[in-house]
């Protein structure tokens, strides 16, 4: 079955700090990965997808993510936090052409000023 | 990006109410949903796969006649939660899936937040 693994529940850095986030996959065929933020009492924001191609993705407000198949993995990255960054992050693969996802736990953002 | 529009956003209703909750595609036509459900602190997590023209699909453990889906066109998709309970109160989203195979991301309502007192 698939799951998503997002080891780290909070991450607190330093505004101006470099971020990266974890997560790890297990899905038998080619993974459509995502990311998406979720801001307090708000809706998904998709930040990036990976689908094939080049394994380093460019994203939405800075961010970028790496696919590594030999790691299963597509962990998140920022070179420079800012204060809006603050929220919740969600990893997930995507099952049936991406269209049906299963997501990880999720990893609280604090920045701290 | 194609807009998924789901109404209302909060709801606050007494137990053994019933609420409906709404997920419209506002530029595109889905003849698939998905309603995710998300309890506070926790991911979000599959509960039912809405079919236009049949019934819906309901993951393991989620009870249909509970959280009964209907949709009625290809735009609109509805989830009821009967005779709620406080253990019900959650926060649900819907999504619509890709226009085509080639663009394969789902697009997300807003969702809504049930807070059953």
């Known amino acids: 079955a698939q799951s998503v693994t997002q080891p780290d529940i909070h991450i607190t850095v330093s505004e101006g700090a470099s971020l990266e986030l974890r997560c790890n996959y297990s899905y038998g065929a080619t993974p459509y990965l995502f990311w998406y933020v979720q801001s307090p009492g708000q809706g998904l924001q998709l930040l990036l997808k990976y689908f094939s191609g080049d394994t380093l993705v460019q994203g939405i407000k800075g961010f970028e993510a790496e696919f590594k198949r030999s790691q299963s993995s597509f962990n998140l990255r920022k070179p420079s936090v800012h204060w809006s960054d603050a929220a919740e992050y969600f990893c997930a693969v995507g099952v049936e052409y991406g269209n049906k996802l299963v997501f990880g736990a999720g990893t609280i953002l604090r920045v701290k000023s | 990006g194609a807009v998924v529009s789901q109404h209302p956003s909060r709801v606050i209703c007494k137990s053994g109410t019933s609420v409906k909750i709404e997920c419209r595609s506002l530029?595109?036509?889905?003849?698939?949903m998905f309603w995710y459900r998300q309890f506070p602190k926790q991911s979000l997590m599959l509960m039912a796969t809405s079919n236009e023209g049949s019934k819906a699909t309901y993951e393991q453990g989620v009870e249909k006649d509970k959280f009964l889906i209907n949709h009625a066109s290809l735009t609109l998709s509805t989830l009821t939660v009967t005779s709620a309970h406080p253990e019900d109160s959650s926060f649900y989203i819907c999504?619509?899936?890709?226009?085509?195979?080639?663009?394969?991301?789902?697009?997300f309502g807003q969702g809504t937040r049930l807070t059953v007192v």
């Open positions: 999504s619509a899936p890709a226009l085509d195979r080639r663009n394969t991301e789902a697009f």
């Open positions: 530029d595109f036509q889905a003849t698939t």
